[in-house]
C-alpha cells in the first residue's frame, strides 16, 4: 500500500503570532486592495493558518456538491463537552491541546492488536477528502469538507475475527488538558460504537483534516469519527482506543439518557426526540430568518445504508 499519510508535527506549525501577522496581512491586504471584505468574511474563507496542508489528499465519489459551511462555522461552533458545554467553549478551551505525541490501542477480536504510534497507525491509508452533510440531534446542520481515512479500510486493515460484532471507541480521559471531565455532564471517557457491518460500509471515515489542513483541536484533533447518516453524536472525538467486540458496547449518551438517545442514532425525520422534532434542521451559517429545511431520512444516504436496516424496527431502534 502506498505510504501517503506523512502528517505534519505540531513544531512545523506557525506560532501564535505568525498567524496574527498573517490574518493582520491578509485584512490589511484586503481593505488596502478596495475590496469591502468584513473580517467575518475574511475568516469565513480562510482556514487557520496555523493548521499544516495534508499532502497526497485525493477526491471522493462519495462527496456532496452542497455548498461547504465556511472554516469559521465549523471551528467555532462545537460540541466537546470535555472542552464545555457552550458551543463556543471548544474552540477557546482546546487551544493548548496536544494531539501529539498520540497513540491509539487496537483490542478485541482481531488479529492485529496493539498500542500504534498515530503516524505508524496512519502510514498504510490513503487519504481522501469527503464534503459530507453533517446532522445534529440538535437539530442543526453543517456541510463538512473532511479530509479522512476509509473507516472500513482500517477495519479489514486489523483483521477482525467472527466473533467482532461491534467496533468501540474512546475519547482520551486526561483532566490535566480537558476542563470539561471535572463535570459530570457525561460518564467519562466519551464512548460510542458502530456494528460491524456499519463500520465496513465505505461511508464512514476516520477524520484528520479539514479543508485540506490538519483538524482543528475542537473538532476532534488528531483523529475523530465521522458517520454521515448518523446525529452528529456518534462522531466521537480524538479518539485513543478502537475496540472489536462481541457484544454491544456501552455508547455515553445512551448512557446519560437512554430515553432520548439509542444505540443507532440514524438520521430519521420520522423518529422525534421526546423534547422536540426531527422533522427539520437548520442550515448553520444561514439567515437566521431562513425557513428550516426538511431533514431526510438517513441523512440523504439511505441508497448507501438503508439496507443496514431492512430488518430492523426503526421507531423502536432509534
Ligand atoms: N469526545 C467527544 N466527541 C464528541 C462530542 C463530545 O462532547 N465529546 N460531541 C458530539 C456531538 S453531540 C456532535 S454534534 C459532534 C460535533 O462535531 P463538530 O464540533 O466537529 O461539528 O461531535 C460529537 N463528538
Ligand atoms: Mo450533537
Not at 70 to 96: C, H, M, Q, W
Not at 214 to 242: C, D, E, M, T
Not at 247 to 257: F, G, I, L, Q, V
Amino acid at each position: 500500500m502506498r505510504k501517503k499519510s506523512n502528517l505534519i508535527r505540531p513544531s512545523e506549525i506557525t506560532s501564535e503570532s505568525n498567524y496574527l501577522n498573517r490574518r493582520d496581512f491578509i485584512r490589511a491586504g484586503a481593505i488596502a486592495g478596495g475590496s469591502l471584505i468584513a473580517p467575518s468574511a475574511l475568516s469565513a474563507i480562510v482556514p487557520d493558518s496555523r493548521l499544516a496542508t495534508l499532502p497526497g489528499v485525493s477526491k471522493s465519489a462519495y462527496s456532496t456538491d452542497e455548498a461547504p459551511n465556511s472554516f469559521e462555522d465549523i471551528s467555532t461552533y462545537n460540541n466537546f463537552y470535555e472542552f464545555g458545554l457552550r458551543k463556543e467553549d471548544p474552540v477557546v478551551n482546546a487551544e493548548d491541546f496536544k494531539p501529539r505525541p498520540w497513540t491509539i490501542e487496537i483490542s478485541g477480536h482481531a488479529e492485529k492488536t496493539g498500542t500504534f504510534d498515530f503516524d505508524d497507525f496512519m502510514q498504510p491509508f490513503d487519504l481522501e477528502e469527503r464534503i459530507y452533510r453533517m446532522r445534529c440531534v440538535e437539530a442543526w446542520s453543517m456541510v463538512i469538507p473532511w479530509v479522512g481515512i476509509s473507516l472500513a479500510d482500517v477495519v479489514k486493515h486489523f483483521q477482525p475475527t467472527s466473533k467482532a460484532q461491534y467496533v468501540a471507541f474512546e475519547t482520551l480521559n486526561d483532566r490535566a488538558q480537558m476542563p470539561g471531565l471535572r463535570g459530570r455532564s457525561l460518564d467519562w471517557p466519551y464512548r460510542e460504537g458502530l456494528t460491524i457491518a456499519e463500520a465496513t460500509n465505505p461511508l464512514p471515515i476516520l477524520a484528520v483534516g479539514i479543508y485540506g489542513k490538519v483538524i482543528p483541536n475542537q473538532n476532534g484533533a488528531p483523529i475523530r469519527l465521522v458517520v454521515p447518516w448518523k446525529y452528529g453524536f456518534k462522531g466521537i472525538k480524538s479518539i485513543v482506543k478502537i475496540h472489536f467486540s462481541s457484544t454491544r458496547p456501552k455508547t455515553s449518551w445512551n448512557m446519560a439518557a437512554p430515553n432520548e438517545y439509542g444505540f443507532y442514532a440514524n438520521v430519521n425525520p420520522g423518529v422525534n426526540h421526546p423534547r422536540w422534532s426531527q422533522a427539520r434542521e437548520r442550515r448553520i451559517g444561514g439567515s437566521i430568518f431562513a425557513s428550516k429545511q426538511e431533514t431526510l431520512m438517513f441523512n440523504g444516504y439511505g441508497d448507501e445504508v438503508a439496507h443496514l436496516y431492512k430488518d430492523l424496527n426503526l421507531r423502536r431502534n432509534f
